[in-house]
């Protein structure tokens, strides 16, 4: 099972670059690393998913080492809107009953 | 756009009931999944199913059954609720693929309360 390791939560300022680290260090070589965004009384929603080395799309970007045992969520000049919980996932391929999503980071921005 | 959506935003029943929550994808999507979400502990996998008719237990499936019988419709039965599920519950949708390498679609959930 490949466990996650998000912080609880983070704070930022409107503008500013927002990057979240989460450890996976026995992460399995078919694995992927997946993030979600959840805002309150909503499901959560998929931002950004990648394997190795720099994904980006028009939301965010996500960096991963060369050794994978981790991952950054890097969010770019954040606003208001951005507060939510957000949730790092990498699947195990032995299986679905193995998802794990853990408790996520809870990032609120103020003015 | 992708549209999972569960039929009660809010549900109130009393201790002993059968309690049926549904939930509908329209994205022909072969996976589907019923979460859990607690406060302090995130979300957790009850069941999941990967194709019509066919069902695994996730992490808690304890007091609960599903039940898939067309490939857009999943749903979650507590036998005789509790307190204790008392609860906000997710369903998911995903397209086929290796566990969560595939991109799940949330509902926006239901709010269950048991008195």
């Known amino acids: 099972l490949a466990k996650t390791t998000q912080p609880i939560s983070m704070d930022s300022y409107e503008g500013q670059e927002v990057n979240i680290t989460c450890s996976h260090n026995?992460?399995?070589?078919?694995?992927?690393i997946t993030w979600y965004q959840q805002f309150p009384s909503q499901g959560p929603r998929f931002i950004i998913q990648g394997y190795k080395t720099k994904v980006t799309n028009e939301v965010a970007s996500l960096f991963i080492p060369a050794d994978r045992k981790s991952s950054t969520l890097s969010l770019p000049r954040v606003s208001l809107s951005d507060t939510a919980v957000y949730y790092c996932l990498v699947g195990d391929s032995s299986g679905y009953s193995t998802l794990t999503f853990g408790k996520g980071t809870m990032l609120l921005v103020s003015p | 756009d992708v549209k999972v959506t569960q039929s009660s935003r809010y549900l109130v029943k009393r201790t002993g009931e059968k309690v049926f929550l549904e939930c509908v994808q329209d994205m022909d999507h072969e996976n589907m999944f019923w979460y859990r979400q607690d406060p302090g502990l995130g979300l957790r996998l009850i069941y999941f199913?990967?194709?019509?008719?066919?069902?695994e237990k996730g992490d808690i499936p304890e007091g609960y059954s599903v039940s898939r019988e067309k490939k857009e419709r999943f749903s979650l039965i507590l036998e005789s609720a509790s307190t204790n599920q008392t609860s906000m519950y997710l369903c998911?949708?995903?397209?086929?693929?290796?566990?969560?390498?595939?991109?799940?679609?949330f509902g926006d959930g239901t709010r269950l309360s048991i008195l």
């Open positions: 026995n992460i399995a070589t078919n694995d992927y």
């Open positions: 998911a949708s995903s397209s086929v693929g290796q566990g969560s390498n595939q991109p799940q679609h």
């Open positions: 199913s990967y194709d019509v008719k066919m069902k």
